[in-house]
């Protein structure tokens, strides 16, 4: 039988690119974001592939979260994949100087969010016991950067969430992996700085990770036999070495 996957943050970047990847491989979709014009596009393209249904919420909202996710028509309840991909850098500033809203939104988007939509997911599939939750970390998550500081807090807490839940979820037979990127060129550097032109700067000369890497590497996760659990990966484009070593030659 054919799966179904819950992928948040689709309208863009890695979610975007993931959804056109798991519908080429008939995996039937669940598309989350608040853009509700490119859901939209996106349910339309999909469509001749897959079955796909879309759920607009922000998921910083706790109630409109579970609500949106308990409104699923029946045949898309069922849940087998959670791909926790919503998330963005807000600012970049010493800590000293740093944006109260920025921290808020970090820690409420990337953090609570990721907790609420899986506190709606997981009781399916521990009723199932079986699934498949697959958090977006980052090389943030592992190594803290100048001026990352709370972004790189809240990817250390995915990381920690993602071990509590694979813990907690074991013996239900559910896998859990994170799937952390270094950079990647999408639209994430238009949030971070606010549309300003130091977004542009940021995939300059080198060449990013781009989101169909990213895509990829997540449908081999969720595409390997039943007894493989991909639990932890780091990827990096050529040029990257680290979060502060790009080696810049184009
Ligand atoms: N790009 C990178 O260099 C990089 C590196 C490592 C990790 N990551 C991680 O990869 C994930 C995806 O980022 P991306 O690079 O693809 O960035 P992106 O192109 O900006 O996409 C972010 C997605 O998150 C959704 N989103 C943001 N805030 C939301 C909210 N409050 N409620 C619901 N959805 C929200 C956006 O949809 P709406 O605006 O429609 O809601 C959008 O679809 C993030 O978790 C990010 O931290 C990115």
């Known amino acids: 039988m054919k799966k ?9 970047g890695i979610g975007k690119a993931t959804a056109e990847e798991f519908a080429k491989h008939g995996i039937h979709l669940v598309l989350c974001g608040r853009r509700q014009e490119r859901l939209d596009a996106l349910r339309k ?59 808020d939104a970090m820690m409420d988007i990337n953090v609570k969010g990721l907790l609420y939509v899986s506190k709606a997911i997981i009781p399916g599939m521990t009723e199932r016991e079986s699934g498949h939750i697959i958090n977006i970390g980052s090389s943030a998550g592992k190594e803290v950067y100048p001026k990352g500081n709370v972004y790189c807090a809240s990817k250390h807490a995915v990381l920690a969430i993602t071990e509590g839940m694979r813990i907690d979820l074991n013996p239900f037979g559910i896998k859990v992996s994170a799937i952390n990127p270094g950079l990647v060129e999408t639209e994430f550097s238009q949030v971070r700085f606010k549309g300003s032109a130091s977004a542009n700067n940021v995939y300059k000369g080198y060449k990013a990770l781009q989101a169909q890497d990213v895509a990829e590497v997540i449908y081999f996760a969720v595409s390997r036999p039943a007894h493989v659990n991909l639990a932890d990966v780091l990827m990096f484009c050529t040029a990257q070495a680290s979060s502060t070593i790009v080696n810049k030659t184009i």
Do not use: C, M
């Not at 996957?5 to 863009?12: E, N, V």
């Not at 001749?48 to 922000?58: E, G, I, P, R």
């Open 45 to 103: 393209e999909l469509s001749k592939q897959v079955n796909v249904y879309t759920l607009k919420f922000d998921v910083r909202d706790r109630s409109k979260t579970l609500e949106a996710i308990e409104t699923l028509p029946t045949e898309f309840k069922q849940i087998d994949i959670l791909i926790n991909n919503a998330g963005n850098a807000h600012g970049l500033d010493p800590v000293q100087n740093g944006n109260l809203d920025d921290w």
């Open 4 to 12: 179904t996957a819950l992928i948040t943050g689709a309208t863009s």
